[in-house]
């Protein structure tokens, strides 16, 4: 199971920044997938999910008309393109897999049984 986050920066209040999760062909194929995120102090919270085919995506209000999820299946990759950023948009940015045959998205952290290892994003004001 592997999936590896990248596309974090340092970048300034109205940039935009995209996110991307590679994952091994095992840890990617029939399954949701998700990006969480965690600020400093603060508990892990959910961002996003899509399905297995894209056909449902989901937003936390907090980034709803600001991100887009979305995956290319023959690559391997979800992606998290990230628009207008604000600086409580800043936190490590967690993909997340669900497990096989869960193809539909989910909010839950528990839902989600692989984790990458983070990628941090700092929006400065």
């Known amino acids: 199971v592997q999936l590896q986050a990248s596309g974090g920066g340092l970048v300034q209040a109205g940039a935009s920044l995209r996110l991307s999760c590679a994952a091994s062909?095992?840890?990617?194929?029939?399954?949701?997938m998700g990006w969480f995120r965690q600020a400093p102090g603060k508990e892990r919270e959910f961002v996003s999910s899509i399905s297995w085919l894209a056909s449902s995506r989901d937003y936390a209000d907090s980034v709803k008309g600001r991100f887009t999820i979305s995956r290319d299946n023959a690559k391997n990759t979800v992606y998290l393109q990230m628009n207008s950023l604000k600086p409580e948009d800043t936190a490590v940015y967690y993909c997340?897999?669900?497990?096989?045959?869960?193809?539909?998205?989910?909010?839950?952290?528990?839902?989600?049984?692989?984790w990458g290892q983070g990628t941090l994003v700092t929006v400065s004001s």
């Open positions: 997340a897999a669900r497990s096989f045959g869960n193809r539909g998205t989910a909010n839950n952290g528990d839902e989600y049984d692989s």
């Open positions: 062909r095992g840890t990617f194929s029939n399954r949701a």
